[in-house]
């Protein structure tokens, strides 16, 4: 159990296009999801958090405006990248935290990653 | 720990060899430490993780360590396998009122040599 997943796995886009990235909770609820992203050779940057039903809250530097995030469901968030530019290109990470039930308190699933590659 | 890193230090291990990686953190309200691994263009696994009010926590070939006094935890691979190559990084959940949001350590690469 507790499997999360990302579509696209890769994607190649123009520049000032719009990109969607899905991150989907597979056999779980997750109330909340967390979005990433991450430089080569660079760690992990949160760039959002992502609440059912809720508006997403972004972290300071992150422009809502350029990441639009939507949290429909319990297993789907939605991360779209307006307007993207080459240094919009990077590997971007979703992870799932369970609401209860089997999973370890707080324990966070990560999603494999979606690499976006703006030309 | 620091999250931002313009390059990640690299530890190299004969196979067989234990190793034992460290990170600093920086927030003393942090209650949760996780480590995990990171293959290439792969998503982070998750290994073991701690909380706030132990010091030791001991899983399957893979030891975590937490010094809150110095905001220190290692992770310790016994008998490292090529398997075990890959970036490791150090998580610090940000405290009860942070809704989970973790922060992550630079990382390390770990080489295993044959």
């Known amino acids: 159990g507790a499997v999360v997943s990302q579509h696209p796995s890769r994607v190649i886009c123009k520049s000032g296009t719009s990109v969607k990235i899905e991150c989907r909770s597979l056999?779980?609820?997750?109330?909340?999801m967390f979005w990433y992203r991450q430089f080569p050779k660079q760690s992990l940057m949160l760039m959002a958090t992502?609440?059912?039903?809720?508006?997403?809250?972004?972290e300071q530097g992150v422009e809502k405006d350029k990441f639009l995030i939507n949290h429909a469901s319990l297993t789907l968030s939605t991360l779209t990248v307006t307007s993207a530019h080459p240094e919009d290109s990077s590997f971007y990470i979703c992870?799932?935290?369970?609401?209860?039930?089997?999973?370890?308190?707080?324990?966070?699933?990560f999603g494999p990653g979606t690499r976006l590659t703006v030309l | 720990g620091e999250s931002v890193g313009l390059h990640l230090p690299t530890l190299s291990v004969q196979e067989g060899d234990n190793s034992i990686i460290n990170c600093a953190y920086s927030n003393s309200a942090s209650d949760y430490f996780i480590w995990y691994k990171q293959e290439s263009g792969k998503g982070p696994q998750f290994i073991i993780d701690i909380r706030s009010n132990m010091d030791k926590r001991q899983g399957q070939r893979v030891t975590v360590l937490l010094n809150k006094t110095v905001k220190h935890l290692s992770l310790q691979i016994a008998a490292t396998q090529p398997g075990d190559s890959a970036v490791y990084f150090c998580?610090?959940?940000?405290?009860?009122?942070?809704?989970?949001?973790?922060?992550f350590g630079a990382g390390t690469q770990v080489v295993v040599t044959p």
């Open positions: 992502s609440n059912e039903g809720s508006k997403a809250t972004y």
């Open positions: 992870s799932a935290r369970a609401t209860s039930g089997e999973f370890v308190w707080n324990e966070q699933f």
């Open positions: 998580a610090e959940n940000m405290g009860a009122d942070s809704w989970g949001k973790l922060q």
């Open positions: 056999d779980f609820q997750a109330t909340t």
